[in-house]
């Protein structure tokens, strides 16, 4: 079973930045899909953004799209999410997960434990 373990959150001010990690366990981080998700308090879990096996494609939320990038390191087993221009309604905890390219509520680990994003105004 592969371990997923975010990291990088923390308190920002609005319009700063940070850099989510996301590592994985195991062997098989390059063969899978991965996407960043989010989930606020007292909203359900959104997803983020996404990224394909090869890291040659990808897609965003509407909310975050030309603020965060989404990136990977096949070779570190690490999924990464630039976040940039944050804002507060951005305020959540951040987990990453293994997804279906095309249907991203599609996943294939268990949750982590996400890392905190608070965002000040």
């Known amino acids: 079973q592969v371990q997923l373990v975010e990291s990088g959150g923390g308190l920002v001010q609005a319009g700063g930045s940070l850099r989510l990690s996301c590592a994985a366990s195991g062997r098989t981080f390059s063969s899978y899909d991965m996407g960043w998700f989010r989930q606020a308090p007292g909203k359900e879990r959104e997803f983020v953004a996404a990224?394909?096996?090869?890291?040659?494609?990808?897609y965003y939320a509407d909310s975050v799209k030309g603020r965060f990038t989404i990136s990977r390191e096949n070779a570190k087993n690490t999924l990464y999410l630039q976040m940039n221009s944050l804002k507060p309604e951005d305020t959540a905890v951040y987990y990453c997960n293994a997804v279906d390219y095309s249907d991203p509520s599609v996943n294939f680990h268990s949750w982590g434990q996400g890392t905190q994003v608070t965002v000040s105004s």
């Open positions: 990224i394909s096996w090869g890291g040659d494609s990808t």
